[in-house]
């Protein structure tokens, strides 16, 4: 009865007024931004005008040869041993959560004794491995052996770092997989059983993918963590990028510069991989979000035209089909 | 624990064995008892509906058909087949996993909460299986989806993802995705309870048209309706235990039991 004359009144007056009023201010906010604005002057001020920081030497050792097969060394470090850990990391999950009680509680025990130590105390257990076993030999077990090699000549330092970091990895590694395994709907391995799939089947082609999801994010969080840890590996004797440094700063004293130099190149590539996960992350949202986070570039766009408040996300809505 | 005895698999007719027969199949889970002793026979092309409370133990039965769940005692033949396991010389042997995942793949199901891989789009759940179980070529199992998502009126959805899709059209999808493994049984537990009352009709329509086409089905519901009209079968459950069968016009209209009478006055 009174809708249709609502409507009526409404198709009278037209269009609504817009709202036009004095925005609050906010005082607060002026004040904590001078306080940031000052301290960041002060931080420019320092960094510009105190010669110990000696930039002229920074620029010397950026590029130089020496600091640059560090850097490598540094990454290939962090990709293989980010790979062990993953491939270690599956194997781990679906062992522990496997029926068999002595393959789950094999893969507990590992994940126990692994996470439990300080990695750093692993290294240079990798790296002194001759001591408790002097010679390595590969063969029968309580049977003959085929090949024998000495402890010293097999784990080298480079080897003693891939391994204590990669087996340290799989670890933390099993716990993110075992999560994401978990976050997947009981169901969904139902629905599989029921058309006859079996379980390594619904585990590959049903469960993973889905689990994915949820796996990603922490893996990036753990690669650049990763790369990182890897400057543990200093300590015995890899030349990665903190020991490069090291090196060339025992010799001609400029410590605080080619720490600075490292710091640099570490801040370079986290910022490489956070950027990849960022862009990662979102891919694997595709599907399960409505709408997909903005990127930096929008988000920067936006804030530069709205200073005061962040600004809702913008409409990325996909159209339908593109989602995976 | 199942022992074996002394019974044998039904004798096989002119037509076969029965497609379900259920001897004193008992399941519990821990202490609580869920089936107490059922016995019940489904012929060839039959449509068999099964009523009753929540709790009764209904849908534990259809999930022990096809092995989801496995039976403490009793015995239970699908198509003359033991499932899940194999007599030889007056003993049990549990079969491997990979001659259940056999039995299962002749099995149809149809759950209440659909139960899509959400990873795929229409097509790609209905396909997986068929190429991935049976070993049919990707452009066989394309065409036979086809003819079967258009037989469930979803013709322009299959590159859909399921969330893009109302809950009464993934259960069509659902529907399709068991149908393409060619089952010889279908089972149907609650398709319609999670699903908006005005989607309900399609689905049922689905499965009248799968009922027609000569289909074996159990469905386990609370569409008296479609039980009336469709089933050739009504069996009531009550705590577990099979406490009235017969078609389904009469068990409605004069049921026999005080438990049945019950029941009926509060749903219908």
Same mark, same amino acid.
């Given at each position: 009865?009174?809708?249709?004359?609502?409507?009526?009144?409404?198709?009278?007056?037209?269009?609504?007024?817009?709202?036009?009023?004095?925005?609050?201010?906010?005082?607060?906010?002026?004040?904590?931004?001078?306080?940031?604005?000052?301290?960041?002057?002060?931080?420019?001020?320092?960094?510009?005008?105190?010669?110990?920081?000696?930039?002229?030497?920074?620029?010397?050792?950026?590029?130089?040869?020496?600091?640059?097969?560090?850097?490598?060394?540094?990454? &290939?470090?962090?990709?293989?041993?980010?790979?062990?850990?993953?491939?270690?990391?599956?194997?781990?999950?679906?062992?522990?959560?496997?029926?068999?009680?002595?393959?789950?509680?094999?893969?507990?025990?590992?994940?126990?004794?692994?996470?439990?130590?300080?990695?750093?105390?692993?290294?240079?257990?990798?790296?002194?491995?001759?001591?408790?076993?002097?010679?390595?030999?590969?063969?029968?077990?309580?049977?003959?052996?085929?090949?024998?090699?000495?402890?010293?000549? &097999?784990?080298?330092?480079?080897?003693?770092?891939?391994?204590?970091?990669?087996?340290?990895?799989?670890?933390?590694?099993?716990?993110?997989?075992?999560?994401?395994?978990?976050?997947?709907?009981?169901?969904?391995?139902?629905?599989?059983?029921?058309?006859?799939?079996?379980?390594?089947?619904?585990?590959?082609?049903?469960?993973?993918?889905?689990?994915?999801?949820?796996?990603?994010?922490?893996?990036?969080?753990?690669?650049?963590?990763?790369?990182?840890?890897?400057?543990?590996?200093?300590?015995?004797?890899?030349?990665?990028?903190?020991?490069?440094?090291?090196?060339?700063?025992?010799?001609?004293?400029?410590?605080?510069?080619?720490?600075?130099?490292?710091?640099?190149?570490?801040?370079?590539?986290?910022?490489?991989?956070?950027?990849?996960?960022?862009?990662?992350?979102?891919?694997?949202?595709?599907?399960?979000?409505?709408?997909?986070?903005?990127?930096?570039?929008?988000?920067?766009?936006?804030?530069?035209?709205?200073?005061?408040?962040?600004?809702?996300?913008?409409?990325?809505?996909?159209?339908?089909?593109?989602?995976? | 624990?199942?022992?074996?005895?002394?019974?044998?698999?039904?004798?096989?007719?002119?037509?076969?064995?029965?497609?379900?027969?259920?001897?004193?199949?008992?399941?519990?889970?821990?202490?609580?008892?869920?089936?107490?002793?059922?016995?019940?026979?489904?012929?060839? @092309?039959?449509?068999?509906?099964?009523?009753?409370?929540?709790?009764?133990?209904?849908?534990?039965?259809?999930?022990?058909?096809?092995?989801?769940?496995?039976?403490?005692?009793?015995?239970?033949?699908?198509?003359?087949?033991?499932?899940? !396991?194999?007599?030889?010389?007056?003993? *049990? !042997?549990?079969?491997?996993?990979?001659?259940?995942?056999?039995?299962?793949?002749?099995?149809?199901?149809?759950?209440?909460?659909?139960?899509?891989?959400?990873?795929?789009?229409?097509?790609?759940?209905?396909?997986?299986?068929?190429?991935?179980?049976?070993?049919?070529?990707?452009?066989?199992?394309?065409?036979?989806?086809?003819?079967?998502?258009?037989?469930?009126?979803?013709?322009?959805?299959?590159?859909? !993802?399921?969330?893009?899709?109302?809950?009464? @059209?993934?259960?069509?999808?659902?529907?399709?995705?068991?149908?393409?493994?060619?089952?010889?049984?279908?089972?149907?537990?609650?398709?319609?309870?999670?699903?908006?009352?005005?989607?309900?009709?399609?689905?049922?329509?689905?499965?009248?048209?799968?009922?027609?086409?000569?289909?074996?089905?159990?469905?386990?519901?609370?569409?008296?309706?479609?039980?009336?009209?469709?089933?050739?079968?009504?069996?009531?459950?009550?705590?577990?235990?099979?406490?009235?069968?017969?078609?389904?016009?009469?068990?409605?209209?004069?049921?026999?039991?005080?438990?049945?009478?019950?029941? *009926?006055?509060?749903?219908?």
């Amino acid at each position: 009865m009174t809708t249709p004359r609502m409507a009526e009144t409404a198709g009278r007056t037209g269009p609504p007024e817009e709202i036009k009023a004095v925005p609050v201010r906010h005082p607060g906010r002026w004040l904590a931004a001078a306080v940031v604005l000052l301290l960041v002057a002060m931080l420019v001020h320092t960094l510009v005008t105190n010669p110990r920081f000696q930039w002229d030497i920074i620029g010397t050792y950026f590029l130089s040869s020496r600091v640059l097969d560090g850097l490598e060394l540094t990454i &290939l470090l962090t990709v293989v041993a980010m790979a062990i850990g993953i491939v270690l990391g599956v194997i781990l999950a679906v062992m522990r959560l496997s029926a068999n009680p002595l393959l789950s509680s094999a893969s507990w025990a590992y994940i126990w004794l692994f996470r439990g130590t300080p990695v750093l105390v692993q290294l240079l257990f990798w790296f002194n491995l001759a001591f408790l076993y002097p010679r390595i030999s590969l063969g029968v077990p309580f049977g003959p052996s085929f090949l024998q090699a000495n402890a010293n000549d &097999l784990i080298t330092a480079l080897a003693a770092a891939i391994l204590g970091l990669g087996l340290n990895e799989g670890a933390y590694m099993a716990e993110v997989v075992r999560a994401g395994i978990l976050s997947v709907e009981h169901g969904q391995a139902e629905a599989a059983q029921a058309l006859g799939m079996s379980r390594t089947l619904t585990l590959r082609r049903i469960i993973l993918p889905q689990a994915m999801r949820v796996i990603i994010p922490p893996t990036g969080n753990e690669t650049i963590s990763m790369l990182k840890t890897s400057s543990l590996a200093s300590v015995i004797t890899v030349t990665e990028l903190l020991y490069a440094v090291q090196l060339i700063y025992s010799v001609n004293f400029q410590t605080i510069p080619l720490l600075i130099v490292a710091s640099i190149w570490y801040l370079i590539a986290t910022s490489v991989l956070t950027a990849g996960q960022f862009y990662i992350e979102r891919y694997y949202a595709r599907g399960s979000a409505r709408q997909l986070p903005p990127t930096p570039w929008q988000r920067l766009r936006r804030y530069l035209f709205t200073f005061h408040a962040p600004p809702p996300a913008p409409p990325a809505q996909l159209p339908p089909g593109e989602r995976r | 624990m199942i022992t074996p005895t002394g019974t044998t698999p039904p004798d096989p007719g002119a037509s076969g064995p029965p497609m379900v027969l259920a001897e004193g199949l008992h399941k519990s889970f821990g202490r609580l008892q869920v089936l107490r002793g059922i016995d019940l026979e489904v012929a060839r @092309q039959e449509v068999m509906c099964i009523i009753g409370a929540s709790g009764s133990g209904k849908s534990t039965l259809l999930r022990c058909i096809n092995h989801l769940e496995k039976i403490n005692a009793g015995r239970l033949w699908v198509d003359g087949e033991l499932v899940g !396991y194999r007599q030889q010389g007056g003993k *049990l !042997y549990e079969l491997r996993e990979r001659e259940i995942c056999a039995q299962r793949a002749e099995i149809g199901m149809v759950f209440q909460q659909f139960n899509l891989f959400p990873h795929m789009t229409a097509l790609e759940n209905v396909i997986e299986a068929p190429i991935r179980v049976k070993g049919m070529s990707k452009a066989r199992a394309t065409e036979l989806a086809g003819q079967l998502l258009d037989r469930a009126g979803l013709k322009d959805k299959a590159d859909a !993802y399921p969330k893009q899709l109302s809950g009464g @059209q993934q259960q069509r999808v659902a529907i399709a995705r068991a149908l393409a493994m060619q089952p010889k049984l279908m089972l149907f537990d609650e398709p319609t309870s999670a699903l908006d009352p005005e989607l309900v009709g399609d689905v049922l329509a689905v499965m009248r048209d799968l009922a027609t086409s000569g289909m074996t089905m159990i469905v386990v519901t609370h569409e008296i309706g479609f039980a009336r009209e469709v089933g050739d079968t009504l069996v009531f459950m009550d705590e577990g235990v099979v406490v009235e069968a017969g078609r389904p016009r009469e068990v409605l209209s004069n049921p026999r039991h005080a438990r049945t009478r019950a029941f *009926l006055s509060k749903v219908l």
